[in-house]
């Protein structure tokens, strides 16, 4: 898988600057081509001499070569590269890339990357959860870029927790994983549905609900990610795409979410309605701002279209439909009647009982079931972690249609 791929390895200055050198030889001995960037501080902790040496090429540093005039084109290195992978990484270079700037050859490599990014960042247990990393780890991943998450252990510093850098040999594992699946989706259409809709009472009112489309993005960026051409139909979020394969489709009202989905529906081959549409909305919005009064207001609400349940009666044997699920009580029961009513293969279910589950989380804790009444309960996981896993569990039914089970 890594035969001739060309992979830039970033360095920046850690302890763990050593598990580096092991790292490159691994990835050679695999037949990929590294080509090293250090920073200078990273320079303190590996000598630029043993990585060249294992690299079997000069490692870069400057965006001008010393003495020779050479100029390291950021754009053409970045354009070269197969993938950049950032190990060790510390938590200031972290903080540069998520704030995009781009003072030394590496930051300016990662702004001009065209390619897939592994970051893993690296440091002691107290500036891993310092809350201005977890934002930061939350900024890459928003923008795609590939969390190689640390273990827990023993830390130079003598304490013990989460920041250790993750095995030289699990790197490598992971991103034969990453070309190995990189195409799998390729030729399929998937459509998804994210964040709230806004149902208008008035021109300043609307009612809506606290979808911060964080899991239908993370789907997203999973399927393009894996070669898949992704139509991610998205209410009022305040979240950016970050794959060149998503066509992002904004829309406010279940109305218009409706229209846009059911244009794209028909060519789909995968749908995941990830979004919390509004069942109903007001009747007669108002012309006018509704002002003020001391007297009771009501409003009449009327019911929206329900896409998913549109989909279901208009789903084509090749189409594999997902649809989520948040309950607040009798979770698997309510969903297990919108798996059947809906016409589903797959529902999945989120329940606010659960800590960390559900809105506006970067987490959820989900209980998966399909056609066949299959349940599989699984643990709370980052939401980008799940996104992987529900590409790994469609493919699957993709691939295996007559023996499903999950
Ligand atoms: O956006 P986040 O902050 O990351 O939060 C994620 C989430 C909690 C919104 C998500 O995990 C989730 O559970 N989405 C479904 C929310 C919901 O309330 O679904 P529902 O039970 O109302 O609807 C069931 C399914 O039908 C959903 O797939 C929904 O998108 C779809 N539906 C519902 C109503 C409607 N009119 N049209 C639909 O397509």
Redesign the pocket.
Known sequence: MLKGKKIILGITGSIAAYKAATLIRLLIRKGAVVQVVMTDAAKDFITPLTLSTLSQRPVLSEPFQGGSGQWNSHIDWAAWADAIVIAPLTANTLAKMANGQADNLLTAIYLAARSPVFFAPVMDVDMFEHPATTKNIHTLQSYGNILIPPDEGELASGLSGKGRMKEPDEIVSLLESFFKKKNRFRGKKVLI????TYEKIDPVRFIG??????????LANAFAGQGAEVILVTGP?SLRTACTNIQRVDVSS?RE??DR?MKHFPTSDICI???????YRPAMPAKQKIKKSDTALSLELTP????????GEKKKNRQFL??????TRNAKA??MK?LRN?KLDL????SLKDAG?????DT?K?TLIDKEENIKVLPLMS?EALAGLLTEKIYEYLINKENHAI
């Open positions: 549905t994210a964040g709230p609900n606290y979808s911060s489309g964080k899991m239908g993005f993370a979020v279940a979410m409706f989905c309605m990830t979004a919390a549409v509004a069942d929206n279209p329900d896409i998913l349940k549109t989909m997902t649809g989520f699920a948040l309950e309510e969903a919108k809906k529902i999945v279910v989120n589950a559900g809105f506006g989380h959820n989900v939401k």
